[in-house]
């Protein structure tokens, strides 16, 4: 199950940006992964639940943008939705086709609740 490495990439991106900006946690992930990006939405949403526990994403709120797939007929230039890698152009019947969109894999966008610093542990 690639999602678990996924996932736990996704924490460590997570962690690395907590660290940056000096401490707290997640409220938020935006994650955007295509429709042909090849994930699981159900095997992700378990190993997700089973792995951010006591990480940083513990108690963030996840939101997943699914970009359907994109394609374009490399014969005849027609650009279509797909929800397949290996799908022929619905205008010529070609599948030399070169896929323009739906494979994303990415973190979009984190916030940040950064916990307060005690008066005490100011440095001047």
Not at 13 to 29: D, L, N, Q, S, Y
Not at 55 to 70: K, M, R
Not at 102 to 124: F, M, N, T, Y
Request: with cysteine.
């Amino acid at each position: 199950m690639h999602e678990l490495s996924l996932v736990l990439n996704i924490i460590d991106i997570a962690t690395a940006e907590v660290h940056r900006a000096g401490g707290g946690t997640v409220t938020e992930i935006e994650l955007e992964i295509g429709a042909l990006a090849g994930v699981e939405r159900a095997a992700l949403d378990f190993a997700w639940e089973t792995a951010v526990r006591n990480t940083v994403l513990e108690n963030s709120v996840l939101t997943i943008h699914a970009p359907l797939g994109q394609a374009r007929c490399m014969d005849c230039e027609t650009a279509f939705t797909t929800n397949n890698l290996f799908t022929a152009c619905p205008t010529c019947g070609s599948y030399f086709c070169d896929i323009t969109g739906g494979r994303e894999l990415k973190v979009k966008r984190l916030i940040l609740d950064q916990e307060p610093v005690a008066a005490g542990s100011l440095h001047p």
